[in-house]
């Protein structure tokens, strides 16, 4: 069963950093996406930036390219375990909302939702001074 667990939100200033952290886990898949997603408040989820299972391909949404970075560790064990981080610098007001971390075993790297089988909590980042 595979299980995604968010951590490292929290109340941050503008311009501040934060490292968002997506352990995955439970999983044995040879191929698959990592997705970090985002919803503000009364607005649509959306997502952010993606990466592939083997860090190679990463792609971002046009509104943080620059600011946001995606990246992980190399697994841990076998059946998965890995960690996944999502870096953001230059935190905006408009970067409030709860961020997840979604996996897609079809390997679409894409935005859309549909293939993303797999979710997290989701951890909330709120930026404020």
């Known amino acids: 069963q595979v299980r995604l667990v968010e951590s490292g939100g929290g109340l941050v200033q503008p311009g501040g950093s934060l490292r968002l952290s997506c352990l995955a886990y439970g999983f044995a898949l040879d191929d698959y996406v990592i997705g970090w997603f985002r919803q503000a408040p009364g607005k649509e989820r959306e997502g952010v930036a993606l990466i592939s299972n083997t860090g190679e391909n990463t792609r971002y949404q046009d509104s943080v390219k620059g600011r946001f970075t995606i990246s992980r560790d190399a697994p841990k064990t076998t059946y998965g375990e890995s960690t996944y981080y999502l870096q953001i610098h230059s935190l905006e007001p408009d970067d409030t909302g709860v961020y997840y971390c979604?996996?897609?075993?079809?390997?679409?790297?894409?935005?859309?939702?549909?293939?993303?089988?797999?979710w997290g909590q989701g951890t909330q980042v709120t930026v404020s001074s």
């Open positions: 979604a996996m897609d075993p079809y390997s679409s790297m894409g935005f859309f939702e549909g293939p993303y089988d797999y």
